[in-house]
């Protein structure tokens, strides 16, 4: 007998509500969407649109939704960082499973309340966007160490390349930018990295963080001589010599114009000359760190060296692990293992040996993450469901100690917090 799909209301229709609102268009046999909450009426008329959804199904708010206690499986939580906590556990109240955009919360103390609801809510599935658990390419690393390929591991490094536009968008004049806003950059770019630290290791805790950054670049100080407040009214020749000129960004390319709902030309003009996006990089009021470096010790004393870098040309995790019989090199597409016994090699590719689901962003662990929920809610034990929430609130114990460890200058913080 066919299994009904889940069904689910979307909090928040940003790029993220909208990309697990896609995996429903593609695949309906498992997944319907049957109500959206939106502040911005453009971005909440989208989804509703794209999934035949009426007035009766879509709301400005959060609260509003939840108070009309639509008939579905799950509540996707997917609005800004400060709004996490408080919606969560209104929806696990209203008897909802969660998928949560990552981070869970804005403070360690939010995730220690959040972690308690779902404790006294159990069996129910709360499910964090990490999403890079459910690329090919991530799980195939996590399988080849947990399957002994190198022996024990003994050491990790890991570099988080965040790329230099990618930077200037979110985490200076974007919604990350400013951590009362928003979060920490290491909580909300490289919690996916400490979960899979944890993943990697068998879950393994980790035992000591000491993390050093700053935010190097991104601040007054550096603004170039006679540069404008805003880029479309700085003169040519400084615009021309700027990297992160906001006209290269948005005006003469096409792929950082993804999380608007209006991508047009005239759209994005209008919106470098009134919105957030159009300022000088040197004159926003961001304070988040532009390159970090965190060093981990985990149970059993392996070490791992952690470094989140913004000043780089692209993307794509780069990872090398180091065990007691040989070594893995990644670059985000292609796995070398290099065997100490045999002094053989081999390669592993994600692309021309597994491929990536087609319209599933993050290597494919954006629709990844979409069939995990759909095959917890369908065929799991639903015995295991508060353990997938632990081991998430694991990477953000270690986030926060980090972040911590940061402020003061690299102190040492043990993971006993």
Same mark, same amino acid.
């Given at each position: 007998?066919?299994?009904?799909?889940?069904?689910?209301?979307?909090?928040?229709?940003?790029?993220?509500?909208?990309?697990?609102?896609?995996?429903?268009?593609?695949?309906?046999?498992?997944?319907?969407?049957?109500?959206?909450?939106?502040?911005?009426?453009?971005?909440?008329?989208?989804?509703?649109?794209?999934?035949?959804?009426?007035?009766?199904?879509?709301?400005?708010?959060?609260?509003?939704?939840?108070?009309?206690?639509?008939?579905?499986?799950?509540?996707?939580?997917?609005?800004?960082?400060?709004?996490?906590?408080?919606?969560?556990?209104?929806?696990?109240?209203?008897?909802?499973?969660?998928?949560?955009?990552?981070?869970?919360?804005?403070?360690?103390?939010?995730?220690?309340?959040?972690?308690?609801?779902?404790?006294?809510?159990?069996?129910?599935?709360?499910?964090?966007?990490?999403?890079?658990?459910?690329?090919?390419?991530?799980?195939?690393?996590?399988?080849?160490?947990?399957?002994?390929?190198?022996?024990?591991?003994?050491?990790?490094?890991?570099?988080?390349?965040?790329?230099?536009?990618?930077? %200037?968008?979110?985490? $200076?004049?974007?919604?990350?930018?400013?951590? /009362? +806003? =928003?979060? &920490?950059?290491?909580?909300? #770019?490289?919690?996916?990295?400490?979960?899979?630290?944890?993943?990697?290791?068998?879950?393994?805790?980790?035992?000591?963080?000491?993390?050093?950054?700053?935010?190097?670049?991104?601040?007054?100080?550096?603004?170039?001589?006679? %540069?404008?407040?805003? $880029?479309?009214?700085?003169?040519?020749?400084? /615009? +021309? =010599?700027? &990297?992160?000129?906001?006209? #290269?960004?948005?005006?003469?390319?096409?792929?950082?114009?993804?999380?608007?709902?209006?991508?047009?030309?005239?759209?994005?003009?209008?919106?470098?000359?009134?919105?957030?996006?159009?300022?000088?990089?040197?004159?926003?009021?961001?304070?988040?760190?532009?390159?970090?470096?965190?060093?981990?010790?985990?149970?059993?004393?392996?070490?791992?060296?952690?470094?989140?870098?913004?000043?780089?040309?692209?993307?794509?995790?780069?990872?090398?692990?180091?065990?007691?019989?040989?070594?893995?090199?990644?670059?985000?597409?292609?796995?070398?293992?290099?065997?100490?016994?045999?002094?053989?090699?081999?390669?592993?590719?994600?692309?021309?040996?597994?491929?990536?689901?087609?319209?599933?962003?993050?290597?494919?662990?954006?629709?990844?993450?979409?069939?995990?929920?759909?095959?917890?809610?369908?065929?799991?034990?639903?015995?295991?469901?508060?353990?997938?929430?632990?081991?998430?609130?694991?990477?953000?114990?270690?986030?926060?100690?980090?972040?911590?460890?940061?402020?003061?200058?690299?102190?040492?913080?043990?993971?006993?917090?």
């Amino acid at each position: 007998m066919e299994r009904a799909a889940i069904t689910m209301v979307i909090l928040g229709a940003g790029d993220r509500g909208r990309t697990y609102a896609a995996y429903a268009a593609a695949y309906p046999q498992k997944v319907k969407v049957v109500g959206v909450a939106d502040i911005n009426p453009a971005a909440r008329a989208a989804v509703a649109q794209a999934h035949g959804l009426g007035p009766e199904a879509q709301w400005g708010d959060w609260s509003e939704a939840v108070a009309a206690k639509p008939k579905c499986d799950v509540m996707v939580i997917a609005m800004p960082d400060a709004l996490h906590v408080e919606p969560a556990i209104a929806c696990l109240d209203a008897g909802y499973h969660l998928l949560l955009e990552k981070p869970m919360a804005r403070t360690w103390a939010e995730c220690e309340k959040l972690a308690a609801k779902v404790r006294e809510v159990q069996p129910r599935l709360v499910i964090l966007g990490h999403v890079l658990r459910y690329t090919v390419y991530f799980k195939k690393l996590h399988d080849l160490l947990q399957g002994g390929a190198i022996g024990e591991v003994v050491s990790i490094q890991h570099l988080e390349p965040v790329a230099y536009m990618h930077a %200037a968008h979110s985490f $200076c004049r974007g919604n990350w930018g400013n951590t /009362e +806003r =928003a979060t &920490p950059m290491i909580l909300q #770019k490289c919690c996916h990295d400490f979960d899979q630290f944890v993943w990697w290791l068998g879950g393994k805790r980790c035992t000591g963080v000491s993390s050093f950054g700053s935010t190097f670049h991104f601040n007054a100080a550096h603004k170039p001589a006679g %540069a404008a407040d805003r $880029c479309l009214d700085c003169p040519a020749e400084v /615009e +021309r =010599a700027c &990297p992160y000129s906001a006209r #290269k960004i948005y005006l003469e390319r096409q792929d950082y114009r993804y999380p608007f709902v209006d991508k047009r030309d005239e759209a994005m003009e209008a919106m470098l000359r009134e919105g957030p996006y159009g300022r000088c990089v040197y004159a926003c009021d961001n304070d988040a760190v532009d390159h970090q470096v965190v060093n981990l010790q985990f149970e059993g004393g392996i070490t791992v060296a952690h470094q989140m870098e913004s000043y780089t040309y692209t993307g794509g995790r780069e990872t090398k692990v180091f065990g007691t019989r040989g070594e893995i090199v990644g670059n985000g597409r292609t796995l070398t293992i290099y065997h100490f016994d045999t002094r053989t090699t081999e390669v592993w590719d994600s692309v021309l040996e597994a491929g990536v689901p087609m319209g599933s962003g993050h290597g494919g662990g954006d629709f990844g993450l979409m069939d995990e929920l759909v095959r917890q809610l369908t065929a799991a034990d639903p015995a295991g469901w508060g353990e997938i929430f632990e081991v998430s609130l694991e990477s953000h114990r270690i986030a926060f100690a980090a972040e911590e460890s940061r402020r003061q200058q690299g102190a040492l913080k043990l993971a006993g917090r």
